[in-house]
């Protein structure tokens, strides 16, 4: 049996119904890496020593790699401003070290992580299904515009 990527697990949650489901599917599944990714992405207070655009890199044809954002996540701690493990890198080395890990994982898990790097959370997954799965690990949630954006000019 293969390991279920973050991002399979994140887009199980969002297909479910209710928010206890939601819920009780993220605890079933529950790691140290997907609170992680989940903090990132929906915690006001983390911001990134990258630039919010997604960086150029070549989505991995790997099989196989599915499970190893599982593997890379503990390097996230070094794009984070407010941690301390990335602060004697300086800034290209950064970007090279997260462009290598985006080339690395699944391109779903990529996909998440760019997510995660421009703080758009999922609207379909909301905070309180997080909090009822982990406790209150989001002390500041971004608040997720619902609003569809219009194509074209604003009418008068």
């Known amino acids: ?3 279920r990527s973050i991002a399979e697990i994140v887009a199980d949650a969002r297909a479910l119904g209710t928010v206890a489901e939601k819920a009780q599917f993220l605890k079933a599944n529950n790691s140290k890496e997907l609170r992680n990714i989940l903090i990132l992405t929906y915690d006001g207070r983390f911001t990134f020593d ?3 655009t997604p960086p150029p890199y070549r989505p991995s044809v790997v099989n196989e790699s599915h499970g190893l954002l599982y593997r890379e996540a503990r390097k996230l701690s070094y794009f984070v401003n407010e941690m301390k493990d990335g602060e004697n890198l300086d800034r290209v080395r950064k970007e090279a070290l997260f ?3 985006l080339e690395a994982v699944d391109k779903d898990d990529a996909l998440l992580l760019l997510r995660m790097l421009s703080k758009e959370p999922y609207p379909d997954l909301p905070v309180e299904a997080i909090h009822e799965a ?7 949630p971004i608040v997720v515009s619902t609003k569809k954006r219009l194509r074209g000019r604003p009418k008068k």
């Open 50 to 52: 990258l630039p919010t």
């Open 1 to 3: 049996m293969n390991t």
């Open 99 to 101: 462009i290598q890990m």
């Open 134 to 140: 982990f406790g209150p690990i989001i002390q500041s």
